[in-house]
């Protein structure tokens, strides 16, 4: 069976208006990535929606939860802003215990050179196939269970809160 | 505790003589595509040669081998050249059963731009945290047990033997 | 003698802080472009400034053109915000005559790949070595003199003014 | 008038064959390098071969020539290996000279990143705007008259003859 990757945007697919100067979203660039990782794995994209993560709503974390909910597939990446990735891990934890589940992103944006993002995406999409069913983070080349989890603003860096 | 990584060279670490117009090696990138990643894990890198698979002699098999086996970590990482990797995962598994060993590397060098290695490393760092003890390999995506898989010359594609 | 740099930050010069998710300054990329490009013109960089252009006062073109006045180099290239390259282009034209100045700039950071800054570097180090005394702007592989041209800011393009 | 761009190969165009392991000639990547510099300026590009300057025949040399005698553009720009490029710009100079026509090239493929192929055609594409007729060759930031320069072996540099 194929690994669903829903798509929410965050860093990772951020690009750079070079008229206004500004960082904006576009389109994802996932599969872009996967075929620089040669990755030959089944995978299913499906783009829900193109956000920084701290601009969610609660209506957006529903239409991520409803779309977990009712894939068929029971392997998910989710590719997601890190400000607030704790926060949607905490909400599909609650409700889906059947799946395995790990949300990933990125530092600094795959189109800038020397993005994490690919690392990442790397790490994720092996942990998926190989953790029990869970809601997991995958960053910094670990994962965490989605409550012993928390971003370090000042670092960047991902860690267990002890 | 750590994760060990063993470089052995490949095409991975290979690098571009500007004068010569040729490819060589120079000595290994790891450290930079880890950080690269954001990379946090624990990790212990060390070179053991840095050659091309087809150049492998059983001399430079048992220089890996030994170093697996004395090694105090139970988690290993190999960089290799992926021509002859599966033969060095078969002769690895003959003997060590009470490790979880991954054997990576990539199609493309490193320092070219759109290599697979950068991604190959984070999922390789991901299979050696998850899977149970034994010999792997994980090109495309993917992790294969060492008796049943192949490098398809045509396609440069990993593949079970099936 | 030496070609001139003087820096005054720009679009060119711009980085990705990954804690904040902002583009800000930190230091010049101009050696490291010069390297890439196997560059082996005497050039002689100094940053009189890292500012957006649209931020540029009265006071920093003063600067400017104080250090263009007092350095004993005739060739003169100036890294320069895109936006603002214009009005600093004909401020130095009314003072300097006996000069050959070509301002350049990016659209698009240097850091992020893609970038059109290692080619405007390239242009304009060959027209400050060829075009005669006066104030250039160097854009889209192009030379503009200073007072017939303008920055589209629709498209990004310099275009003569006709 | 259009600038002519005739490509005949050199390490600026090889690419890496990544099931193969070798260095290879695919298609030219002039356009997309054009298109990264945000170059506007009115451009004809050809290709007439894709060789390894060192290979390069006598017969390859007339092709050169034909083609820079019977264009109508008086400005001509040719990407060509470093090796043998002198040779071809001395062959040139002797037949042709109401033309400005630089011949330019780069030290690593464009398409390994870190190249001096776009810096290389940026100034390039400047001097043959800006330089009387004559042949020239267009490497590391200068301009050489193609009577007074040789390419050094060791260094990659390309010096005057002195």
Not at 21 to 38: A, Y
Not at 52 to 73: A, Q
Not at 131 to 144: D, E, R, T
């Amino acid at each position: 069976m194929a690994i669903k990757i829903f798509v929410t945007g965050g860093t990772f697919d951020k690009e750079y208006d070079e008229i206004k100067g500004i960082l904006f979203f576009n389109k994802t660039h996932l599969s872009e990535v996967l075929k620089i990782g040669r990755c030959k794995l089944k995978v299913d994209i499906k783009t829900l929606m193109m956000k920084d993560s701290l601009e969610m709503t609660n209506e957006d974390r529903k239409i991520i939860l409803e779309n977990c909910k009712k894939t068929k597939e029971d392997k998910i990446l989710i590719t997601h802003g890190t400000d607030a990735m704790v926060e949607t891990a905490k909400m599909l934890a609650n409700s889906i215990k059947d799946k395995t589940i790990v949300l990933t992103g990125a530092m600094v944006p795959y189109k800038f050179g020397s993005s994490d993002g690919i690392f990442n995406l790397g790490s994720s999409l092996a942990f998926v196939q190989t953790l029990p069913h869970g809601v997991y983070i995958a960053m910094n080349g670990k994962y965490f269970c989605w409550n012993n989890i928390r971003k370090n603003k000042e670092t960047g860096v991902f860690e267990e809160r002890g």
